[in-house]
């Protein structure tokens, strides 16, 4: 079992930046893909950023290619999402999530039907 703690979220000014966290409990963290997701109000969750489970490997979303950064420290259980430039089009409830095959490599999007563990979100809201 993996659980997941997601901080860091709050309201920002258009332009401005906020860095996500998401720390994990369990000693299998390292074997995890782990991806961010998004759902803002009356839209289906959407997929952000995923990174491997070594690290070595990011995909991102065309909509935050360029302004945001997946990183994690395994050392730490820990994931996280530096997001720059932010839009009014980036508010969402933002989502941690683990899952994937063992050792996967991103190699493109993620499916949220794939990860198997979830935080409860954290709120972001990007004011114009």
């Known amino acids: 079992q993996v659980q997941l703690v997601e901080s860091g979220g709050g309201l920002v000014q258009a332009g401005g930046s906020l860095r996500l966290s998401c720390a994990a409990s369990?000693?299998?963290?390292?074997?995890?893909?782990m991806g961010w997701f998004r759902q803002a109000p009356g839209k289906e969750r959407e997929f952000v950023a995923a990174i491997s489970g070594g690290g070595g490997s990011t995909y991102y979303a065309d909509s935050v290619k360029g302004r945001f950064t997946i990183s994690r420290d395994n050392a730490k259980n820990t994931v996280y999402l530096q997001m720059n430039s932010l839009k009014p089009e980036d508010t969402a409830v933002y989502f941690c999530?683990?899952?994937?095959?063992?050792?996967?490599?991103?190699?493109?999007?993620?499916?949220?039907?794939?990860?198997?563990?979830w935080g409860k979100g954290t709120l972001v809201t990007v004011s114009s």
């Open positions: 369990g000693r299998t963290f390292s074997r995890y893909v």
């Open positions: 999530a683990a899952g994937g095959p063992p050792f996967a490599v991103v190699t493109g999007p993620v499916s949220p039907d794939i990860m198997d563990y």
